[in-house]
């Protein structure tokens, strides 16, 4: 069930599912957003989950917040509905060249690298969401031990194929961007793919993702 | 039928083709882009006879300088811009709001969008572009849409695959008029800011920041400070929301805006503002005011009446 819903401005619906971050509270934000789009309510241009919310966003030109909260309200939700997930293994190399923070994550996590790394690869993350940019997967959790705040000064450019730490939390820059995530690794693997228009997305939310290391001579000749 | 094209002798500072934009992508962290300035991408467009949502270029400060080859071809400017046509080696100054008819050899020279930011130039025919989700709209933070997400560069050719016949000129009366005051619904975090910083908020004025694009307007001014917590758990985003970062600068969303972020939403633009909003130049102070949800909801639906009655005027 939705908390509270009220309005974001006056293009969307902003529903509340809680303040904890947990594969419950997700799971229902993720059903709501499954039935959300398969109801193709008239007016609704974009429906974005994240971990504990649910942004619904409508044309203005033809209908409004009030109607759209009703037809929300009273949305049968296929709670029956299985989703299919998949496991998907995410190469990552640890060279210096890629692993731009592991110092400060040593410093901060009191952890020394091969400690990190161990903590880090072969375990199963969650994937909550996908965004921030495009087809970037938000993933969790992350060993209590592992939990570091981000950069205190964001990275101007952050390198594709990038993964990133913070909090409970580990990402992938599915491009170039600013951000002030640590990061620890690069993987090879192309993670969006912008012409593939149906299924743009390698990691979608409920996806499982599991990281594994390679070496740098696997990183360079991945793509022969 | 056709060889026709335009050649970009300079390509100006940020040349984009948009349109209105793609939807339902947010999920997977992909913007609306699209016009930035909806409602001048529209008049463009009607002005040379084109279906509304066509392909126009967008371009911000200084726009490209394009030399003509082939067929008879109307075109169209709107914004605030300050542009040449040179016939035959002959120099005319243009007028906004009006559409002319190119021939071959006639060069369109696009200076400056005076104290505005974007303008639009639409060509009456169909540009030979690549779409992607239904949409041309380059979004070159994410290299999406046609160009292969990348703006326009000079020398490059802008190619038509046909030609709308047109021959009648059209125009409006129409001034892009300015304003300085926007109007804010009350964001989801309203209440972690302290009276001290919502008082800043909404008396004292914003300078737009040098670093702003089409992804986001930077404010500096009187610090909003937070009194609850710098940073939520990401959540969504949509255009015109305002973020306030740990630094208490406040950050309004724009078209190719990130889809999530984990900064506190002090306020949300009202629909109504955000054309006028995209075009305040870097410098330039604003300021904000609040409106209920149910005042933004009537006053966009006279700004798209004012609209419609603009574009049954063409």
Redesign the interface.
């Known amino acids: 069930m939705i908390n509270k819903i009220?309005?974001?401005?006056?293009?969307?619906l902003?529903c509340d599912f809680g303040?904890e971050?947990n594969k419950e509270i997700n799971s229902k934000v993720i059903k709501y957003?499954n039935s959300v789009?398969k109801s193709n309510i008239e007016g609704v241009?974009?429906?974005?989950?994240?971990?504990?919310?649910?942004?619904i966003?409508f044309n203005?030109?033809i209908t409004?917040?009030k109607k759209i909260k009703k037809e929300i309200e009273i949305l049968n939700i296929d709670y029956e509905n299985k989703i299919i997930n998949k496991e998907i293994q995410i190469p990552v190399c640890c060279e210096n060249s890629f692993s731009l923070d592991i110092e400060r994550l040593e410093k901060k996590l009191n952890l020394n690298r091969e400690q990190i790394l161990e903590k880090f690869f072969n375990k199963k993350y969650f994937c909550y969401?996908?965004?921030?940019?495009?087809?970037?997967p938000?993933l969790g959790d992350l060993d209590e031990n592992m939990r570091a705040n981000r950069l205190e000064t964001p990275r101007v450019k952050v390198p594709k194929g990038s993964i990133g730490l913070t909090e409970q939390f580990t990402n992938i820059y599915?491009?170039e961007?600013p951000g002030g995530w640590n990061i620890i690794g690069n993987t090879p693997l192309n993670v969006?793919d912008?012409?593939n228009?149906n299924e743009?997305?390698l990691i979608n939310?409920g996806d499982t993702v599991i990281f594994k290391e390679i070496t740098s001579s696997e990183y360079k000749n991945y793509h022969d | 039928m056709i060889n026709s094209y335009f050649e970009l002798i300079r390509s100006g500072i940020n040349t984009t083709y948009q349109d209105k934009g793609r939807?339902?992508?947010?999920?997977?962290?992909?913007p609306?882009s699209g016009a930035m300035d909806n409602r001048n991408f529209l008049i463009a467009n009607k002005l040379v006879n084109n279906n509304l949502n066509a392909p126009v270029l967008e371009f911000a400060y200084q726009g490209p300088h394009l030399k003509y080859k082939g067929d008879k071809i109307s075109i169209a400017i709107t914004g605030d811009v300050m542009f040449k046509i040179i016939k035959n080696g002959l120099e005319n100054t243009g007028n906004c709001y009006e559409s002319y008819q190119i021939e071959s050899g006639d060069e369109i020279d696009i200076i400056s969008t005076n104290k505005s930011i974007y303008g639009y130039l639409a060509i009456g025919g169909k540009i030979d572009i690549k779409y992607?989700?239904k949409s041309c709209s380059i979004n070159t933070?994410?290299?999406?849409g046609s160009n292969n997400?990348n703006k326009l560069e000079s020398n490059q050719t802008i190619k038509l695959l046909n030609i709308n016949s047109n021959k009648d000129k059209k125009k409006i009366d129409y001034i892009n008029s300015k304003v300085e005051n926007i109007r804010v619904?009350k964001?989801?975090n309203f209440n972690y800011f302290s009276d001290e910083g919502i008082k800043n908020f909404f008396e004292k004025k914003f300078m737009v920041s040098k670093l702003s694009d089409r992804m986001g307007m930077r404010l500096q001014g009187n610090k909003i400070d937070n009194i609850v917590n710098t940073n939520i758990?990401?959540?969504?985003?949509?255009k015109?929301?305002i973020q306030v970062p740990p630094d208490g600068n406040p950050i309004i969303m724009l078209s190719d805006h990130?889809?999530?972020?984990g900064y506190p939403?002090i306020g949300?633009?009202?629909?109504v503002d955000y054309d006028r909003l995209v075009q305040i130049t870097p410098g330039s102070k604003i300021k904000f005011t609040e409106i209920q949800?149910t005042d933004?909801?009537t006053l966009?639906k006279l700004y798209?009446m004012d609209t419609d009655n603009l574009l049954s005027q063409i």
């Open positions: 009220i309005n974001l401005g006056d293009s969307a902003y303040q971050v957003f789009r241009t974009n429906v974005t989950p994240s971990y504990n919310k649910l942004i966003s203005l030109s409004n917040f969401m996908t965004g921030f940019i495009a087809g970037m938000f599915t491009f961007s969006f912008s012409f228009e743009p997305n939310p | 939807e339902n992508l947010y999920h997977i962290g992909v609306y992607q989700w933070k994410a290299k999406i997400g619904i964001g989801t758990k990401s959540e969504g985003l949509i015109g929301v990130g889809t999530i972020g939403k949300v633009v009202a629909s949800l933004a909801e966009f798209e």
